[in-house]
Each structure stands twice: as structure tokens, then as C-alpha cells.
């Protein structure tokens, strides 16, 4: 029972007209609470009392003249309520039901857990676990199954109307609620004369004018479960219409994959089933009870849809035919990535789903075979397909020649290998005609990819060297996130350890980082390596050396540089790529011990190595890659910028849907790209020579841009290292099947001006080439952070200190004289702490304060951009080097912010998103002075009234986009008083 809620005492019971209970003219039986537990487009829902029992319910008002005409829809409602209340655990039960002069109330059970919505957006990582989607499910289908038994469509099946009774939210306490469009249907159908229900949910059929049934709830039951696994919806866009398409055609992707790790193969094809166009094989509920996923069985498939979904991608290495008796090799499976490009539509590697090669296996398939067949096979987890059906179908199959490649046609999938001086290396593709870029393409990869792992002597300690080397790592390299799932990942990164330990293998890793220095002279302080490389590259080392000395056949690290994939998009030529690349391998050579051989450095163009470039080049002359920037151009990277593009990139027009479906993972990556390159070209002389509107549109360009390499990149460096560790800068969760690496060791670096809640959401870790590094004198830690605040330290007049000679390395000819690192003697033994100083001998520091008020100019209901008002009237700013600004508002119905300084947009959609929350006309105890009073202070609570803004050298040190905001809540206007306080050093 609910607690006597705060809101009480209740409305005043009025008078019954009709009621299921009550005879006419008698005082209602309920009192009704002011808590609005919810509400819909023409009613809203109470918690209520009985005061005869005691007993408290949910009581849904319809007001009568909102209504008029929708009686017959109401009376259906009460009489599906009635067939099915009692009859089920798991359907909302109807108590009660009565008339009064101006309403209609239902009264149900109370459900005191809130809905599944609500608790899926509550969920720490914004969707369910398996084991609770499969609570969920079954609970949703038994009662949904029990409706249909009973001729009755619910219509409305969506989160928000799945509740719960129970407090705790458990699938058992799962009720399906609110039948407001359910219909009690004849010969098993019914026909649609308006639609209904919530668009997203809605089955293809539901937009035709035909007769429906029980799978429109089936359909809608598919996109529950689809959300409830990975926290999005399937079919979502900007307009109807395109949301209708998508519907329309189930156009639907179990992407980004990241979202879909740890999700068995059993939720996809159960979810499938439910997406079925054709109604009448779609899957039922009373089927849907039995299904592998609901039960936790497993998937069964058969022998042909296994083998089809095998073959669709796959790089192996097997044995020559001719030295199948003497020699040992091994294998690999790994998907190709899928895209249609816009140049050709059936690049070999790009006609499969685009997840396959940027997700590599987790669950994968290793083991001994004999001279008949794999010797050692390695498999994506969604292939399920035996070794002895994947030798059969390639063994058995006719062979032809084709420029320089044996092509087997596999039925549905097409094989090309080639021949080595000791082995097969080869991949399987859907079958399609190859144009000459697609075999030289093939070709090109299969002789730039490190597949070719021969096992050089069985180790039997394999399996205790991969947890060695994996708790090694998991306790020196490993860097934890925020939302940090190292525990289910672990798993998967012994056993790729254990592919090469268990083969007395040297391990080799591949981590795709230092591109080049950021072009923004407020991050670091030149364009080489500095000591910040020095250090990544000497904890690189460190690891190796770790690793060799419990694993003596060692470690391989791959550095490969992705400087020239995206450098024409951060302003840097190409050259420029060129020459860090070459310093940091001179920096790597001073530093290595002798004979350390440890880390390998690769880039772009050692992907697409081939004597054979010729054969393409008229073909590339028509293929444009995106600059956005003017930068000066290498022609062999350029070349291969397009060879990358046509051949990895993924969807183009996919991922444009992406970025505009709400709350779409690929929407945030794409907003952090964007606010990431809006700092990062801030201070170049293009950001200079354009308006804020223009740069704004050509940061988005650029930010789509370069999701789309990073994509394609990705896809390439799975496929030219098929089998490394692989590891990444990023903070990724560690599930797999990336783990990311903290390049600068805590233990000696610390990190100021971070917000490291900020970076963990947008995957970033501080790294040597978007900052500097320096030290403090009498600090044992190096303090990693953009280079403008060692400026800031260099140009105050309190603090000594500055390049330090003795640190300047002398590598070779290319490396003197550019290699930097800081130390900074502090006269007051400064602590630097983001953006502003702290002295423990504060009395050799003259700090000072300022205190005046102001009144802005009247203003109505609306967010205004006050900046330049609150400059002109804190002349005192002016005065100080280094300080705080406090600005405090005398009001309780208005509020301060800082935010969006641009588009006007932003402000509108701020004021009429605060009347969501607080809106005017809802009910409050407090409505003395007017029904804008009560939501104002509601507002000014919520937005705030007091700003703290850092001053730098007599100017408020904001953000490229930030202004200072003033909300007003009032619909009248208003002059609001502000008291500006600022503390700080004076020039």
C-alpha cells in the first residue's frame, strides 16, 4: 500500500452519476491525490483512495468535454477491462469505474514500480542486460498471449505502458497497462480506419488500409525488445515519413556493434522473427513463449543457413594442398567490411554488414586438426558453421584463374586465394562480379595482412603465459573508464594472447595512434615530439620489456599512425605527417635499450603496399575524396586516402540517418567529433576568416567526415591485422573487442585542465599530441595539460621558469633543437589546478577583490544573451591577469547559465523545453501571484542563479561557443539586479 502521499488531502468527492459499484447520487468512495502519477492525450491519471477500505488505486480522469464524441472508444476500453481484469497476473486489472457531472474515472491497480520506460532510462548504462530483457519478455508475452486467447489486440504495446506493481520493478510485478486503443476483433481481424498508437511501434500494416490482427502487437513487441536490449529504437528518424519508409521496408541494423556485444544470436533472430512484413508469418506470442531466447536455450540453425552465414566473410590461411602432410599453418575468419560504395557497389570486402570487421570476434573457435582439414581454425561468433563444412565447401568447389588469384564459387559466396611460397592466404565474400579494382583490391590485402602465424613449436604452457601477460597488462597498461566492463572483456583478450602463446608465438598488438601534434598552439607547444612522446613511447617499451621477461619468445607492438588519414581534416599537409612520423622513430631509436626490437612502426601507406598501382590509377582519377580544409596534398597518401574510401568506407547515407535519430550512439560520437575540431581549429587562420555560422557548418563537415574514416580505417586495420591485440587511446569499456591503453603513466603524470567525466563520455584520454607537458619545481609528477596554461605560468611575473636547456635533446640532425620539455620553477611553490593558481605563500601574491551591482534591462518570458551587458557594466575586469568573476542573481523566478552564444534557436528551444518541466496551468498550492509564479521558481531552482567564470589577461576566459544566458520566467517584464564579485591577481 502507498504511503498517505504529501498532496493529500484530496479533491472533494463529488456526487456519482453511474458506477459499477455505486448507486446513483451517493457520495464517490474515492478521494482522489494532487500527485499526477501520469498522463495521455485526453486524461490523467491519480493515485486515489478508497475510503471505505483503505485501499489505495490508480484512478484515470477523462474530462467530459474533451471527449465528446469518443464515448463508444471509452466504452470499449471498460469492456476489454472488464473481459480481462482477474484473468491474468500480468494485465493491469480494472477496480472500479464511475461517472460524475464533469468526468469519467477508471479506477485500476496501482502500479507503484513506474513503467519500463522509466526504468530503462534509469539504467546505468541506458538499456537492460540480456537477463532482464528475458524477464521482461516473457512476462510482456504471457500476458500478451493471454489477450489474444481472448480475440483482443492491445494496439499500444511501448514501454511506457508496461508497469510495474511492486516498488522494486520486478519482471514479476509486470503489468500491461493502458487499452485505450485495444480492440476486441471478429474472425480474427480488424479493420483500420484511423491510425493509432505510437508511430515508432507501429507495424507496416497499420499505414495500409487493410484489415489487421495480432501481429501488429507482435511487431511492436519487436521493437521493445530491440530497445530494451541496446537503449535505441530501430525504425526512428527526423520526419514521419521517413520513419514510416524505414517501417515499411523493416529496414533495420543491429548497429553500432558495440551496442550489441554480449547479446546472443538467439535476441537477433528472435527480434527478426517479430519483423517479419507478411503478418501472417510473423511469429505469434503463444510461439514466442517457446522461443530459444525467451527459454535461454540455445539457437538451432540449419546446416544451410550456417554455412551461408559462415562463408558471407572470412580470411584464413591454410596450407598449401601440396604441403598438407609436413606443414603446419593457421586460420582465420574475419568479416569484410560492408558498405556500397560510391564508386562500386560491389567492392569484394564491401558487401557485408558493416559491423563484421570493426567488431572483431570475441568468442572464438580455436584448435588442433589433422592433415584433412584446418589445423587451426579462428571464427567470428556469429559463424557457427563446423571446420569440416567450411573444408568441404572450399576443397569441393571448381577453381579458375584470375589475375593472379584462384576464385572459387561457393553457391552463395565467392573465394579468392593466393598462393604463397609456403600457404593459402585468402577471403570469402558474397558472391558478385569482381571489377579490376575489387581483385586488386583482395590481392593488395592479402599480401600487406599479418595472417600468416605458422606454428613454429606447440607450447603447452600456453594457457598459463596468456594469464601471466593478461594480468600484466590488466595492471600496468589497462586504462579504466568510467563505465569501465574489463570484467567481461578479460575473457576475450586471453584468448587472443593465448592464440599466439599457445603457438610459441612472439604476441603482436596493433595500437592506431600518433598522428601527428594538434594544429591549436593552445594545446601543445610545437608541432614534433616532445617529452610527452618520450614518455608514451618509454611505457610502450616497458611493457614489452615486461612482457619478454615472463614470455620469453616476447612481444610485437604495431604502432600504426593515422596521421595521414585524417590530417587534410585538422589542417596539417602531409609532409608535415611525414616528418613527426620520422622524429618519433628517431626519438624511439635514442631512447629503446640496445637490441630492443619491440615496437614496429607502420601508417597508411604500408597498408596498401603493391607494385601493381598502375592497373588502378585511372579508375582513382574519378574517385573525389572530401577536403574541407586547403592543406598541401602527398600524391602517393592522397592515392591512397581514395584506395581507403572506396575500398573500407562504410554507408555513407546510413550513418547521415544515424546522426539525425535521436539519442542514436553515432549522434553522440558525432557531437563529440564536432566540439572536439571546433577547439582543435579554433586558433587557425581559417576559424579567423569565416563567421561563426560558416565555421560551424564546416565543423559538422569535417566531424562527418571524419566518423567516416575512422570508420573505413578501422575496417583497414582489421583487415591488415587480423589477429593483433587489439589495443586503442580511446576509453573504450574494455569488453572487447577493443581495450584501451593510458599512453602517460599516472604514476609519474598528473592531468590538469580535464574534465575527466567529459572525456570518459567521448572516449577521450589526454595524449602526448593534443597536449604539453611540464613540471613544477619540487614535483615528482610530470603535469600533462594544454600547453596555454604553461603559457599562462611563463607569463606571470610571480612564477620563473621556462625552456630548460638541459632538457633540450639533441636526437640527430632532424631532432635538435625541436625537442621540448618544461620545468617551471615556482618562487611561491605554485599548484596549478585547471585554470586558475593556488599559492601556499599566499603573502608574496597581492590578490585583490571588486564587488559592484547592476541591473539588466527589463525582459519578458524568454533566455537572452547578456555577455556583452555584464562586460560593459564589470568594467572592473579589465584589471585583473588572472582571477574569478561571481555573478549572483537577486531573483527567485529567473536564472543564469552559460551556453550556446550563436544560433538564437538554441534559446527558444531552451525556454519551451523549461515550460515542459514546469509547466503553467498544471496544479500548485502556491498560485497567489499568478500561474507563471509557481513554474518560475520551479525553473530558477532547476537552471540556477549564481556563475563562476575563470578572467585570463582582463577577459572572461569562456569557451569559443559559451555565453552568459539570462533565463526569465516571468511573462511580464522585469529588471533583474545582478552582484558581480571578482577575486584575483591585478596586472
Known amino acids: ?142 500476458g500478451l498471449s493471454y489477450l489474444h486467447s481472448h480475440k483482443i489486440v492491445h494496439r499500444d504495446i511501448k514501454a511506457e505502458n508496461i508497469v510495474f506493481a511492486s516498488s522494486s520493478s520486478k519482471p514479476s510485478s509486470l503489468l500491461l497497462a493502458d487499452f485505450g486503443l485495444a480492440v476486441l476483433v471478429k474472425d480474427n481481424y480488424y479493420q483500420v480506419h484511423e491510425q493509432g498508437g505510437t508511430l515508432s511501434y507501429m507495424a507496416p500494416e497499420c499505414f495500409l488500409s487493410c484489415a489487421c490482427s495480432f501481429p501488429v502487437d507482435m511487431w511492436a513487441v519487436g521493437v521493445l525488445t530491440y530497445y530494451m536490449l541496446c537503449g535505441y529504437m530501430p525504425f526512428d528518424c527526423d520526419s514521419d515519413e521517413e520513419t514510416k519508409d524505414l517501417i515499411s521496408k523493416a529496414d533495420f541494423i543491429f548497429e553500432p556493434t558495440e551496442y550489441w556485444e554480449g547479446v546472443p544470436e538467439s535476441a537477433k533472430d528472435f527480434i527478426a522473427n517479430c519483423f517479419i512484413l507478411d503478418p501472417e508469418k510473423r511469429i505469434t506470442a503463444s510461439e514466442a513463449l517457446n522461443h530459444p531466447f525467451v527459454v535461454n536455450a540455445p539457437l538451432a540453425r540449419s546446416s544451410s543457413n550456417n554455412i551461408s552465414k559462415m562463408l558471407q566473410a572470412a580470411v584464413w590461411k591454410l596450407h598449401s594442398l601440396q604441403n598438407m602432410q609436413s606443414q603446419t599453418s593457421s586460420t582465420q575468419l574475419t568479416q569484410g567490411p560492408s558498405k556500397v560504395s560510391s564508386v562500386s557497389s560491389r567492392l569484394s570486402l564491401n558487401n557485408l554488414p558493416s559491423s563484421s570487421i570493426a567488431s572483431p570476434s570475441i568468442d572464438r573457435l580455436l584448435g588442433e586438426r589433422d592433415d584433412n582439414r584446418f589445423l587451426t581454425l579462428r571464427k567470428q561468433k556469429f559463424a557457427n558453421t563446423s571446420e569440416n563444412e567450411i573444408w568441404e565447401a572450399l576443397t569441393s568447389s571448381k577453381a579458375v584463374e584470375e589475375a593472379d588469384l584462384t576464385v572459387r564459387d561457393l553457391s552463395e559466396c565467392k573465394a579468392f586465394e593466393k598462393v604463397t611460397a609456403d600457404s593459402v592466404v585468402g577471403v570469402i565474400t558474397e558472391k558478385f562480379s569482381p571489377s579490376k579494382f575489387d581483385l586488386w583490391f583482395i590481392k593488395t590485402v592479402l599480401n600487406n595482412s599479418y595472417i600468416r602465424h605458422n606454428l613454429i613449436k606447440y607450447n603447452g604452457m600456453g594457457a598459463y603465459y596468456a594469464e601471466v601477460i593478461t594480468d600484466l597488462f590488466e595492471k600496468s597498461l589497462r586504462n579504466i573508464s568510467k563505465e569501465d566492463r574489463w570484467g567481461e572483456g578479460k575473457a576475450s583478450f586471453l584468448k587472443c594472447v593465448e592464440f599466439f602463446t599457445s603457438r610459441n608465438l612472439p604476441i603482436e598488438s596493433v595500437l592506431p595512434a600518433f598522428p601527428c601534434k594538434s594544429p591549436n598552439p593552445e594545446k601543445v607547444a610545437s608541432c614534433y615530439p616532445d617529452m610527452a612522446e618520450e614518455l608514451a613511447i618509454k611505457r610502450i617499451i616497458k611493457f614489452v620489456q615486461a612482457v619478454q621477461k615472463v614470455y620469453p619468445p616476447g612481444m610485437k607492438f604495431y604502432l600504426v599512425s593515422d596521421g595521414h588519414v585524417f590530417s587534410d581534416c585538422i589542417h596539417v599537409d602531409d609532409d608535415m605527417v611525414d616528418l613527426y612520423f620520422k622524429k618519433l622513430e628517431a626519438l624511439y631509436h635514442r631512447v629503446k635499450p640496445n637490441e630492443f626490437d619491440g615496437i614496429i612502426f607502420r601508417g597508411l601507406n604500408d597498408c596498401f603496399r603493391s607494385t601493381e598501382k598502375e592497373f588502378i590509377a585511372d579508375l582513382l582519377r574519378e574517385v573525389d575524396v572530401d577536403h574541407h580544409i586547403p592543406t598541401q596534398l602527398d600524391k602517393e597518401t592522397e592515392f591512397n586516402r581514395k584506395v581507403l574510401m572506396l575500398g573500407c568506407d562504410d554507408n555513407a547515407d546510413l550513418l547521415r540517418k544515424q546522426i539525425k535519430t535521436p539519442n542514436h550512439p553515432r549522434l553522440y560520437l ?318
Open 1 to 142: 500500500m502507498s504511503p498517505e502521499p504529501d498532496v493529500w488531502p484530496p479533491f472533494q468527492a463529488p456526487k456519482i452519476i453511474r458506477s459499477s459499484s455505486q448507486d446513483a447520487n451517493k457520495e464517490c468512495p474515492y478521494v482522489l491525490s494532487k500527485k499526477v502519477l501520469g498522463t495521455g492525450s485526453y486524461s490523467k491519471v491519480y493515485e486515489c483512495r478508497n475510503t471505505k477500505t483503505g485501499a489505495h488505486y490508480a484512478a484515470k480522469q477523462y474530462e467530459k468535454r474533451l471527449i465528446y464524441g469518443m464515448e463508444s472508444s471509452l466504452q470499449s476500453e471498460f469492456q476489454i477491462l472488464k473481459q480481462v481484469s482477474f484473468g491474468h497476473k500480468n494485465i493491469l486489472s480494472l477496480i472500479d469505474y464511475f461517472e460524475t457531472q464533469n468526468h469519467l474515472y477508471l479506477v485500476t491497480d496501482l502500479a507503484l514500480g513506474g513503467d519500463l520506460f522509466d526504468k530503462i532510462c534509469e539504467s546505468r548504462e541506458g538499456k537492460l542486460s540480456v537477463r532482464d530483457t528475458r524477464d521482461v519478455l516473457s512476462a510482456a508475452l504471457s
Open 670 to 987: 558525432y557531437r563529440g567529433f564536432s566540439k572536439f575540431m571546433c577547439e582543435d581549429l579554433a586558433k587557425t587562420e581559417i576559424a579567423k576568416a569565416v563567421s561563426k555560422k560558416k565555421y560551424k557548418k564546416l565543423i559538422s563537415a569535417i566531424a562527418f567526415e571524419m566518423i567516416r574514416r575512422n570508420d573505413a580505417y578501422s575496417n583497414l586495420v582489421e583487415l591488415i591485422f587480423p589477429f593483433h591485440l587489439r589495443f586503442s587511446i580511446h576509453a573504450h569499456h574494455n569488453a572487447g573487442p577493443k581495450f584501451g591503453i593510458r599512453l602517460l603513466d599516472p604514476a609519474i603524470c598528473t592531468v590538469a585542465g580535464h574534465d575527466q567525466n567529459e572525456e570518459d563520455r567521448l572516449l577521450h584520454i589526454p595524449t602526448p599530441w593534443h597536449n604539453s607537458i611540464f613540471k613544477m619545481d619540487n614535483s615528482e609528477k610530470f603535469i600533462v595539460s594544454p600547453s596555454r596554461l604553461a603559457d599562462e605560468l611563463d607569463a606571470n611575473e610571480k612564477v620563473e621558469g621556462g625552456w630548460n636547456e638541459e632538457q633540450r635533446f639533441a636526437v640527430s640532425s632532424l631532432i635538435s633543437d625541436m625537442h621540448f620539455a618544461w620545468t617551471l620553477f615556482a618562487v611561491a611553490q605554485a599548484i596549478f589546478i585547471f585554470n586558475a593558481f593556488i599559492w601556499k605563500n599566499q603573502s608574496s601574491i597581492a590578490m585583490s577583490w571588486d564587488q559592484t551591482s547592476f541591473s539588466l534591462s527589463p525582459r519578458s518570458k524568454g533566455c537572452y544573451l547578456i555577455t556583452d551587458e555584464v562586460v560593459r557594466s564589470v568594467p572592473q575586469i579589465k584589471n585583473y591577469k588572472v582571477g574569478l568573476l561571481n555573478l549572483f542573481l537577486q531573483h527567485t523566478s529567473a536564472g543564469l547559465t552559460l551556453n550556446e552564444n550563436c544560433d538564437p534557436d538554441v534559446r527558444e528551444d531552451m525556454t519551451s523545453s523549461l515550460d515542459r518541466i514546469a509547466p503553467e496551468g498544471d496544479y500548485y498550492i502556491h498560485a497567489d501571484e499568478g500561474p507563471d509564479d509557481m513554474p518560475g521558481h520551479v525553473k530558477s531552482s532547476t537552471v540556477g542563479v549564481s556563475l563562476t567564470i575563470p578572467i585570463s589577461n582582463g577577459r572572461l576566459a569562456t569557451g569559443t561557443w559559451q555565453g552568459i544566458w539570462l533565463c526569465e520566467f516571468r511573462r511580464y517584464k522585469h529588471s533583474r539586479k545582478i552582484v558581480a564579485t571578482i577575486q584575483g591577481e591585478k596586472k
